[in-house]
């Protein structure tokens, strides 16, 4: 067909984080393609040992630069932003936001040393966009973040609505409800495609107003006896407005700690978010308010270890203290994989006698992602010939899809990271599979998941190295006494004999096994002292080392 529109994610889908979708326009020799989102996922330690953060393959993406006509960004949000840095110096293409999502980009930007320079095209909130064959409009929807916007992207084959994050508040305490008017006139005018969010399509009903839990968080600021923090995600400026307006309400004075918060208030106050709120103190003035007129705004909800609240829990803070009958609330829902570590600042806190609020007891935190009925109503304003599942892992893709069914929608279509769908008014077909994978942010390099970097890290971790090295003479004979080494390993067995004897022996009875002729070869003498070392070690232990055997002949 001449005139096919395509889609394929790149990232995001059987999977939340590193959002990345395409789409492109055009017969497969003259494709022409917009990104959607360039976003991270966050790794966990234990998984990952020494890996920051993991970002989306865009090998395909690199081969079809030339025919990329921008890369557009829904919101702020890392999972849809924190790959650009490290991603479009392969790139290059012109890169579009919102202003909120703009200089925040660019704060985050300028806060890393050494950070490429990367030019923002501004689009006004609301705005429209016009790229090639790529008619898009901006429409503000409710979201834990400022700006947050679907994407509805008309094609001459026909209008796709991407909605990014999303959910239906219509109190939402910064920027303005999601748009249902222009949403119901693009049904109107009719849309071929709804790529929409599934993060909460397991749950029923809707998703709480932001004006519910200011009033919870209103009521636990006024009635705390002495000092209070607050902790929540930097980034969410309605959150923050809420704290603001309490504090304000009780006569205490705000406080901001961490450097993330700090970037996001200056921009939020910089693009009009903000307005009408109270200046803040600087985190010198802590020590110096009295208990009861003073409130800190912290970094730290996903239990960090470098952010404020985790070291205001093990008392390393430079400025800031907590102690008994002062009150802590967690204004955030753990981030899956985080909850270890946020236990850890919890039981901190609560090791000094500070009293700690969570969402498990009050209304202090609410999902910006929609709940069933909300995902029925933006199918009813949308009316879409096809549905595909967005954000979220296997089950939130399949319930959404479900959901999208019952509703009478008439193609519903799963798909996955690599998947190339032709979205054609009979039914979207998967056509074809384009590269797709994940690359590891490891210091500051980028690594491919395929790459034997991560798992022998991981290995090592938990079964630890021998390093043996032997020198050969040319007759095959030992010149010195074989160097051995253990790192990682136990130190005696159960018996007590030292692991690094038993070793040391196995090597010696390893080389003296082998027949006279096979001596002079390194490669057999190495191969048979790492055999014997293992298993010699793995009989007392019952776990087996990796082992290093170097060979040198004198
Ligand atoms: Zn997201
Ligand atoms: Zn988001």
Known sequence: MPSDLVFAPLGGFGEIGMNLSIYGFGDSRRRQWIIVDCGVSFASEEHLPGVDLILPDISYLIEERKNILGLVLTHAHEDHMGAIMDLWPRLKVPFYATPFSAALFEARRASEPGAPEIPANVVPAGGHLSLGPFEIDFINVAHSIPESNALAIRTPAGTVVHTGDWKIDPTPIVGGPTDAARLTALGDAGV????????????????????????????LIRTAPRRVAVTTFASHVGRLRAVADAARAAEREVVVVGRAMERVVQVARETGHLQGVQDFRGVESYGYLPPDKVLALCTGSQGEPRAALSRIAQDEHPDVTLSRGDRVIFSARPIPGNEKAISRVINGLVEQGVEVITDRTHLVHVSGHPRRDELRDMIGWVRPKILIPAHGEALHLAEHADLARKAGVPHVLICRNGDLVRLAAGGPEIIDEVRSGRLYKDGALLVSAESKTVAARRRLSFAGIVTVALALSEKGVLAADPEVELIGLPETDAGGASMTEIARDAVEIAFDALPKPRRRDPDAVAEAVRRGVRSAIAERWKKKPICYVHVLTV
Do not use: F, Q
Request: proline letters at 4%; zero cysteines.
């Open 192 to 219: 071929l495609a709804l790529i929409g969010d599934s993060t909460n399509a397991v749950r029923e009903g809707r998703s709480p107003s932001e004006a519910d839990v200011a009033k919870t968080l209103a009521e």
